[in-house]
């Protein structure tokens, strides 16, 4: 059995939980902040059968890609005449560690 | 020494976290949530030498057992004819994944 | 690549994680209490390559390493006549627990 140690951006984390468990995968979040990302993270702890263990990091990396998101910024001070417009910003992306499980216990 | 992460239900924590520190067995508590467990959950890191390993194990077992615990669930709406009457829940449970520490300071 | 899992005081963990980022070493920082060390504590998750390893432990040891500090307690109940005097503590110290990893991703 293999421990996954997955940090995700918190936008993320729901989608990827939701979809590890639809694929029978056990998954716990871990209360995250800073570091590896820039904004919002979660530590997700995976664990997995070594047979199964490529898929779940193709399941990783179709939840978590980076992809480019276009967002308006709210407007300056009241009054300001500038016009605030549209910005491309990129989201997602993970950091995924995978250690070896010597011993699993199901209580 | 192995490193154990256990996955415990919030109401078993206390008394393990109790238990592991009587036996001079250290232990941090990691804010969690979901995934492996239905109720709230509490992941626990826990060092230990290879020579106490099966005895922290049994420990996580005597505390963290399933079990079936009586509950009485709250009366409906006021007003409902309805009684509530006590039902039967299976609490406790936990996940244990057992890794090899390398190298281990204690600063 | 290793693992570093490194349970330090909450009065550390900032300028841990400012000194490692610093370094280019990627840090996550988990929530976490009680146990290894008795005051408030964080558990910091380190990824890093094995040719740094050494170079990481050294900077844990030297920002945590536990120092005496001399702190003032507050008076008393307002009325008794009991001065409060300084007294010296030991902060800081660090449990570090290293562990290899088999496979890494960057997403
Ligand atoms: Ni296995
Ligand atoms: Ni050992
Ligand atoms: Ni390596």
Not at 13 to 33: D, F, M, P
Not at 65 to 70: G, L, T
Not at 77 to 96: F, L, N, Q, S, W
């Given at each position: ?9 918190d ?8 979809e ?5 995968i ?5 209360a ?11 530590t ?23 992809r480019?998101q276009v ?8 009054g ?12 997602g ?8 499980v ?6």
């Amino acid at each position: 059995m293999k421990m996954i140690m997955a940090v995700v951006q918190d936008i993320d984390s729901a989608k990827l939980v939701e979809e590890l468990t639809r694929n029978n995968i056990g998954v716990t979040r871990l209360a995250s902040t800073g570091g590896f990302l820039k904004r919002g993270n979660t530590t997700l702890m995976i664990g997995v059968e070594e047979e199964r263990l490529k898929d779940v990091i193709k399941i990783i990396e179709r939840i978590c890609r980076p992809r480019k998101q276009v967002v308006t910024p709210f407007p300056a001070a009241p009054g300001e005449t500038m016009i605030p417009y549209p910005i491309e910003v990129t989201v997602g992306g993970a950091t995924v560690f995978v250690m070896n499980v010597e011993r699993f216990e199901k209580i």
